[in-house]
């Protein structure tokens, strides 16, 4: 019996010792100043990999860590602005340790991208990728994305307007670049701007800009590149959190004022996010005066939640909605002068849903899924401002009023997989259907003259059209990548392959639908044209990429990249129906999708204190799509066949631009950093020996950065473009120009309950009269913002 008693207590003691966990608690901090640090990521790993532990510091620096196994480990510090930093560590009891952590003076690539569709150092990544973090937005004025974006190499920012922005990537405009939000499209119109305005630019946590060919991995459209804009969510921890933050700004170019409000909480298995923001701007002032009609007024809400359902099972909720209202357009080559147009609503919302499974087994290493839906609304007024007189009558169109609603849905179904330590393999299939819905009515007065010139009646004509008929385009896309490193790591190989289904169709459509004469409306108008018959296409693409990085030394690397990109015709480019009097501007819905090939060869330097990227880069395009003069038949509802003069969508043009982008940061003394980036390239129509339209000038900057500790940072920077007079037929040349900021910023700023930052600086210090090639030559902006302060305050508690 005694025996036995001493078994079952040896017994006990064993498994109590077994089960027995611990804490690990402590505090990461500046090295230099000693701030604590909120937000850090603190990871710690077993070194046989069997147990992985995370913790996120509090706003007052400190981390718990609880449920930590007996063993030996490696303790890794994670933080934007900051060197990564590892350590050893053995538990076998409470602890408690202090990280200290090294301020980042230069990039030295260790950041982690997703836009690979694998979250990736970005120094392992073969392709020319650039990345803004939400520091980089924090210390400029920012008023939209594309402001942030413009000073990155390669990277050009287009507008109608301060509001209304996009971007151009090595000479290719938006419609042949990709634009997501969280990985999820934004589908909007193609020949207006703002693909990069419908989303706060206080809520971005980073912006992931991959340069070059990449529809091997997103399909159609990413002949230039993609555009990933990562918004700011909420996080699990070790342990409960709950913080916020205010963030309010001023610019004195244009009167915007900022305010955002944001909450998070959060625990081990679930996280929530709230957060709401207004902007309010006045018109634009230049060194020559004021842009008439560049105000704007937007407000903005997003949330996010997430759940661990299982140790390994995760599910994460996002709502944003984005609402623009009086937003003046004062130039665009969709509403060119003497018009005046305004978006009386723009307007996003996006609801996405994440569901991901890791370590399924050994090889299988991640399952996710995803779905997305998206809504967005463009209502416009346009004033016409023109009349035309004839001697029985005088008509003025008085106000039209285009209105469009896009709505995208999307999934996705991607399994990672690795068959051995050097081998990463992902494969996927997404679906994803845009419809477009358009309306428009025009609104005309005409006066009826007698035979003294005056007016002996007027007519009140509502004339109500469809611009583009009821449409859906709609993809699915099986997409393969496999990433094999050799010679111990020193090179990697990446090939991928991509096979897409295209369907379009889209309704009946008539030049116009109903007629209404001085309040009595016609449902049946006479002499209706049939625009476009109801039809379905479907078209049948392939992309591929082979992507070679090979390390010449521990901190220096070559890379190849090559590829094959397509883009299937646009609803707009198939439909658009545009009555010009005399002719027609017409789409054609059996247009064939546009091809790309690609060759990019980089060199990168990855020192402690020096970094440089270079990338000379050549695209091949043919089957572009360019208007062509011919003839529209077409068919009235009577049944009867005429003929017009016409502009017709077609696959004609052939195309090669070249050129080259580099960038680099040296930390030559003590805080001081010089940076620098530059950019050209060439775009030439090869089939008419013509050069290509809206290619931005040769371009650079060279700053110096000074960081202060304790008490702030600052920057200046030089801005200059060169002469464009290679322009395409119709094109206007632009002058050079040089323009300076400076960038100024303050130290946290440590209260007991809460940590308080200043932003500020001038742009334009000079005042200088300059004009962006890319918005001058899309409608009728002449002049870029003048001298702008702006000041900004950051409030976490």
Not at 745 to 756: A, G, Q, R, Y
């Amino acid at each position: 019996m005694m025996k036995t008693v001493k078994l079952l207590f040896f017994l006990f003691i064993s498994l109590n010792s077994f089960a027995q966990q611990f804490e690990l608690r402590g505090t990461v901090m500046d090295s230099e100043t000693n701030e604590k640090l909120g937000g850090v990521h603190v990871q710690l790993i077993n070194q046989n990999q069997s147990n992985n532990y995370f913790a996120i510091t509090k706003l007052n620096g400190d981390f718990i860590i609880r449920g930590i196994e007996k063993g030996e480990y490696q303790i890794l510090t994670s933080y934007i602005g900051y060197i990564n930093s590892t350590d050893e560590l053995s538990i076998s009891s409470n602890q408690t340790k202090d990280i200290q952590v090294d301020k980042e003076l230069i990039d030295i690539g260790e950041v982690i991208v997703s836009s690979m569709r694998q979250e990736i150092k970005i120094k392992d990544v073969p392709v020319p990728i650039e990345i803004v973090d939400k520091k980089q937005i924090e210390r400029s004025s920012s008023f939209t994305a594309s402001d942030v974006l413009a000073q990155e190499p390669g990277v050009a920012m287009a507008s109608d307007g301060v509001w209304a922005t996009g971007i151009n990537i090595r000479g290719l405009s938006q419609q042949r670049i990709v634009m997501l939000v969280d990985g999820n499209r934004i589908e909007t119109a193609t020949d207006l701007m703002a693909s990069m305005s419908f989303f706060d630019v206080d809520d971005i946590e980073r912006i992931e800009v991959i340069k070059g060919a990449s529809s091997s991995l997103y399909g159609t459209g990413a002949m230039g590149g993609i555009v990933n804009v990562i918004t700011n969510e909420a996080y699990f921890n070790s342990s409960t959190y709950f913080n916020g933050s205010f963030k309010g700004g001023y610019s004195s170019v244009n009167e915007l004022f900022t305010r955002k409000v944001s909450f998070k909480s959060g625990s081990k298995n679930w996280y929530a996010s709230l957060s709401g923001a207004l902007r309010d701007a006045n018109d634009v002032s230049t060194p020559e005066g004021t842009i008439p009609n560049s105000q704007f007024e937007d407000k903005s809400v997003s949330a996010s939640f997430g759940l661990k359902l299982k140790e390994n099972h995760t599910l994460k909720l996002k709502y944003q909605y984005f609402d623009a209202d009086n937003v003046g357009i004062p130039g665009g080559a969709a509403l060119p002068g003497p018009s005046t147009a305004t978006y009386t609503d723009a307007k996003r919302q996006m609801f996405s849903a994440n569901y991901e499974i890791k370590d399924i087994s050994e090889s299988f290493k991640k399952l996710n899924v995803r779905y997305f839906h998206q809504y967005i609304v463009r209502d416009v007024d346009l004033t016409p401002n023109i009349s035309t007189t004839t001697p029985t009558s005088i008509t003025t169109p008085e106000l039209f009023t285009p209105s469009g609603e896009h709505t995208t849905d999307g999934a996705q179904i991607q399994t990672d997989w690795s068959f051995s330590d050097n081998n990463n393999f992902i494969a996927g299939v997404d679906v994803w259907r845009r419809k477009l819905e358009t309306s428009r009515e025009k609104y005309i007065r005409m006066d009826v003259l007698d035979i003294n010139g005056d007016i002996a009646a007027t007519n009140n004509i509502v004339r109500g059209e469809t611009p583009i008929p009821e449409s859906c385009f709609g993809s699915v896309g099986l997409y393969l990548q496999n990433e094999q490193s050799f010679l111990d790591d020193d090179l990697k190989l990446i090939i991928g392959g991509r096979l897409d289904g295209i369907r379009i169709a889209n309704e009946q459509a008539f030049d116009y639908d109903y007629l209404i004469m001085n309040g009595t409306r016609n449902d049946s108008p006479p002499n209706q044209r049939i625009t476009f018959d109801e039809n379905e296409e479907y078209k049948l693409s392939w992309s591929a990429n082979l992507g070679i990085l090979y390390a010449l030394t521990d901190d220096m690397d070559l890379s190849v990249n090559t590829g094959r990109s397509f883009r299937a015709p646009s609803l707009e480019e198939s439909f658009k129906y545009i009555d010009l009097g005399s002719k027609v501007r017409l789409g054609d819905p059996n247009l064939d999708p546009e091809k790309g090939y690609s060759l990019d060869i980089g060199m990168r330097v990855w020192k402690p204190k020096f970094q440089f990227k270079v990338n000379g880069f050549v695209n091949w395009l043919s089957d572009m799509i360019v208007e062509e003069s011919g003839e529209f038949i077409y068919s009235y509802t009577t049944g009867a066949v005429d003929t017009i003069p016409a502009l017709i969508n077609a696959n004609v043009d052939e195309a090669r631009l070249y050129g080259a982008d580099l960038s680099f940061q040296y930390n030559f003394y003590k805080n001081f950093v010089v940076h620098g980036a530059g950019s050209y390239v060439r775009g030439e129509d090869t089939k008419n020996k013509i050069d290509l339209p809206l290619i931005t000038p040769a371009n650079g900057r060279v700053g110096i950065r000074y960081n202060l500790p304790k008490y702030f940072g600052v920057d200046l920077v030089a801005i200059g473009f060169a002469d464009q007079d290679k322009v395409a037929e119709g094109e206007t040349e632009t002058k050079g120009f040089a323009r300076f900021d400076l960038k100024l910023n303050s130290t946290v700023i440590n209260f007991d309950f809460l940590k308080l930052q200043f932003f500020g600086g001038i742009e334009n210090i000079g005042d200088r009269a300059y004009t962006n090639h890319l918005a001058t030559n899309r409608g009728a902006i002449s002049i870029e913002p003048g001298r702008n302060y702006y000041i900004k305050m950051k409030i976490l508690f």
